[in-house]
Nanobody, 125 residues
């Protein structure tokens, strides 16, 4: 059974930084694309960033380009989201997700079949 466990969320002032981590187990991690999504209060969950199985390709939603960096460590079965220059509108629960299919590379929720429990990120103004 796939298990994804996020950590690293918290409260930070606008302009600050946080690094989210996601520990994966129960899958051949090095063959699966990974993604980060977020859900703000009263809003639908949205795509933030994704990284392919090798780490050679990444995608970001426009609102985080230049501020967030997704990365992975296939030796440690970990995926990370470095978040810099945080804004109050980045406040949300952040979820780690694994692609449904080996070597797939999606950017919408339906491409991802396994999800973590989420970690809260709150950015104060």
């Amino acid at each position: 059974q796939v298990q994804l466990v996020e950590s690293g969320g918290g409260l930070v002032q606008a302009g600050g930084s946080l690094r989210l981590s996601c520990a994966a187990s129960g899958l051949t991690f090095r063959t699966y694309a990974m993604g980060w999504f977020r859900q703000a209060p009263g809003k639908e969950r949205e795509f933030v960033a994704a990284i392919n199985w090798s780490g050679g390709s990444v995608y970001y939603t426009d609102s985080v380009k230049g501020r967030f960096t997704i990365s992975r460590d296939n030796a440690a079965d970990m995926v990370y989201l470095q978040m810099n220059s945080l804004k109050p509108e980045d406040t949300a629960v952040y979820y780690c997700a694994a692609e449904r299919n080996p070597y797939g590379f999606g950017r919408v929720e339906t491409n991802f079949g396994s999800w973590g429990q989420g970690t809260q990120v709150t950015v104060s103004s």
